[in-house]
């Protein structure tokens, strides 16, 4: 299976820049997607196919990356940003998820 | 708007069954593919099964096959996913969520709760 790793959490003050890394341990082209998940809610698409963003989606967010490195960026940061955020790819079966980061505000 | 509501969720013990229904609103079903997806919070988000348009296509993880079945009723808008041989690593947050033609999801349900316990 494809492992996306991520780093577990990240601390951030808002109106700053921050950038929400994973890595794939194969090539996944740029079938890279990314999810917020709020505590006790469903996960929300905001990029999908590594760059695009969702419908409804703000600005403030940005997705890069193709075959193994890829990112999440958020800027500025708001407070209700808390959140946790996962990676998942769907060019290799099974489709996989990343761990997730949970970003924090300072 | 989009809606997809689960249930079925429960208490089953080790080798039961279950059977999960997820019914959408808002879209038109038959146009999408559809999945089960499930979180732990030890290993996290796991992809369960999908399913194509009109059924004929069925995809699963490995650890469930040959146990899960995924299937649909396009007039009902609804779609179902039934667990039987259930173990302990099946207990989760079971989500239903629609595919979109990239195979991410761009809608998810709130999710239902199994627990496999004796």
């Known amino acids: 299976d494809t492992v996306l790793t991520q780093s577990p959490a990240l601390a951030v003050s808002p109106g700053e820049r921050v950038t929400i890394s994973c890595r794939a341990s194969e090539s996944v082209s740029t079938r890279m997607h990314w999810y917020q998940q709020k505590p006790g809610q469903q996960p929300k698409l905001l990029i999908y196919?590594?760059?695009n963003l969702e419908s409804g989606v703000p600005a403030r967010f940005s997705g890069s990356g193709s075959g193994t490195d890829f990112t999440l960026t958020i800027d500025p940061v708001e407070a209700n940003d808390t959140a946790t955020y996962f990676c998942?790819?769907?060019?290799?079966?099974?489709?996989?998820f990343g761990g997730g980061t949970k970003l924090e505000l300072k | 708007e989009v809606q997809l509501v689960e249930s079925g969720g429960g208490l089953v013990q080790p080798g039961r069954s279950l059977k999960l229904s997820c019914a959408a609103s808002g879209f038109t079903f038959s146009n999408y593919g559809m999945a089960w997806v499930r979180q732990t919070p030890t290993k996290g988000l796991e992809w369960v099964a999908s399913?194509?348009?009109?059924?004929?296509?069925?995809y699963y993880r490995d650890s469930v096959k040959g146990r899960f079945t995924i299937s649909r009723d396009n007039a009902k808008n609804t779609q179902y996913l039934q667990m039987d041989s259930l173990r302990s690593e099946d207990t989760a947050t079971y989500y239903c969520a629609r595919h979109n033609t990239l195979n991410y999801f761009d809608y998810w349900g709130q999710g239902v709760m199994v627990t496999v316990s004796s």
């Open positions: 399913i194509s348009t009109g059924g004929g296509n069925t």
């Open positions: 196919g590594a760059s």
């Open positions: 998942q790819q769907s060019w290799n079966d099974p489709w996989t």
